[in-house]
């Protein structure tokens, strides 16, 4: 896949979001600037005090291949890029690290295989993190801005998300799905860590682990 973005991407699906949205709207801006260029050419060319009077054409076949043509294979190449972003989206890759988000009004809660619970996610820098979801109430929405990704979290159903990070920070996390009156408050953070910082605060289980997490800048 061709590439656009030239930042300093959060994570891999940042990159293939963003490639496609340029990649669209470039095609978007061209086709504005084709109609409204042939607009004013046919404006200044069939103004009526230069006597062209306008005749309809019949049975064209070149004509129709073109008006058919083009725009038929402009729409394949966007579904065929965005296709492939999908697939980096939603195919689970090797050996990902999984954890467990609930959603309830109007919080998120986090549980690892080590039996760890917390209220802020916490992920390696590598391997891929694979993301159970599940809502204890009404329907919510996984959303990290500066991944490009937003999962449902419908109740009754799991769903999962992949995150691909690209570099450590700390990134936030809302619920893009209005749920009620505090939906609004309903953010929390994403800590993406070195493998090493990572192995160190999972393997920590005590109950003040995330406190000393976040106390020694993790």
């Not at 991407?9 to 600037?33: F, G, H, K, Q």
Request: proline share 5%; net charge neutral; with cysteine.
């Amino acid at each position: 896949m061709f590439l656009l973005f030239t930042g300093d991407p959060a994570s891999r699906t940042t990159e293939v979001v963003d490639n496609v949205m340029i990649y669209i709207v470039a095609i978007s801006v061209l086709l504005l600037i084709g109609v409204t260029v042939t607009m004013v050419y046919f404006v200044f060319k069939y103004h009526r005090n230069k006597g062209h009077k306008p005749v309809d054409i019949h049975g064209n076949v070149w004509l129709e291949i073109l008006w058919i043509g083009i725009p038929t294979i402009l729409v394949m190449t966007m579904f065929y890029y965005g296709y492939m972003g999908f697939r980096v989206i939603r195919d689970i890759p090797d050996n990902v690290f999984e954890v467990n988000a609930t959603a309830r009004m109007w919080n998120w809660q986090f549980n690892y295989d080590n039996g760890k619970i917390t209220d802020t996610l916490y992920i390696p820098l590598d391997p891929p993190t694979l993301l159970h979801l599940s809502s204890v109430d009404v329907n919510h929405s996984f959303y990290v801005p500066a991944f490009r990704v937003k999962e449902d979290v419908i109740a009754g159903r799991e769903n999962y998300l992949i995150l691909q990070p690209a570099k450590t920070g700390d990134y936030d996390v809302a619920c893009a799905e209005y749920c009620g009156l505090n939906h609004s408050m309903m953010y929390t953070k994403v800590k993406v860590l070195t493998p090493e910082k990572f192995n160190l605060w999972y393997s920590d289980t005590s109950s003040v682990s995330a406190a000393k997490a976040t106390k020694a800048g993790l």
